[in-house]
């Protein structure tokens, strides 16, 4: 997630954003920096880059009046809720089974699946993307923003794409599967 995202930085919480930096992000290239885990920075340090992240990037009120749905999920997600809730915000941009569409990439994609954490898919579809043109949570259908349910039953239905045996494009010839 973009750090210059203000609605990232909006929704995301001290002790999220800490955790963060200070233990990194398993599975993706977010290294530990806290010495505790390995890395460089003291915990005072450390604090001041959140700080100094907030400072910089953030901009206060930029979710007045709206009700974002929360950082972590309040609910589980369902398959079917999600598969339906995709069809209404999302299919429009990456297509109707999430290989791509007119203006968006895949985001079914066994690869990316594979690197991408359930927070991480929750995060962007809360946040959007800006940087790339992708919409926040209140911009996939106009004057009809997703709930907090939608979007842990769209990260679901995602979830729901993994494969077992990531970034194998071919039929094997010993199994006739992926």
């Avoid at 974002?68 to 999600?82: I, K, N």
């Avoid at 929750?122 to 993307?129: D, F, H, K, L």
């Amino acid at each position: 997630m973009g750090l210059a995202n203000p609605v990232y930085l909006a929704i995301v919480d001290d002790r999220s954003m800490r955790a963060s930096i200070a233990d990194g992000v398993l599975g993706t290239a977010m290294p530990a920096f806290a010495q505790a885990a390995g890395g460089m920075l003291t915990e005072k340090q450390i604090d001041a880059l959140v700080d100094g992240i907030r400072s910089h990037w953030g901009h206060p009120g930029v979710l007045d009046g709206t009700n974002p749905p929360s950082y972590t999920p309040m609910s589980a997600g369902d398959v079917r809720r999600g598969a339906v809730a995709y069809q209404a915000f999302c299919q429009s941009c990456h297509g109707p089974d999430g290989a791509g569409g007119p203006t968006a990439s895949a985001i079914t994609n066994d690869a990316f699946l594979a690197l991408t954490s359930e927070q991480a898919l929750r995060t962007t579809v809360i946040a959007g993307r800006p940087e790339i043109g992708a919409p926040d949570w209140r911009g996939n259908v106009l004057g009809r923003p997703m709930s907090e349910q939608d979007v842990s039953d769209v990260v679901s239905w995602l979830v729901s794409h993994r494969v077992a045996r990531p970034g194998r494009p071919y039929f094997t010839a010993d199994t006739g599967q992926r």
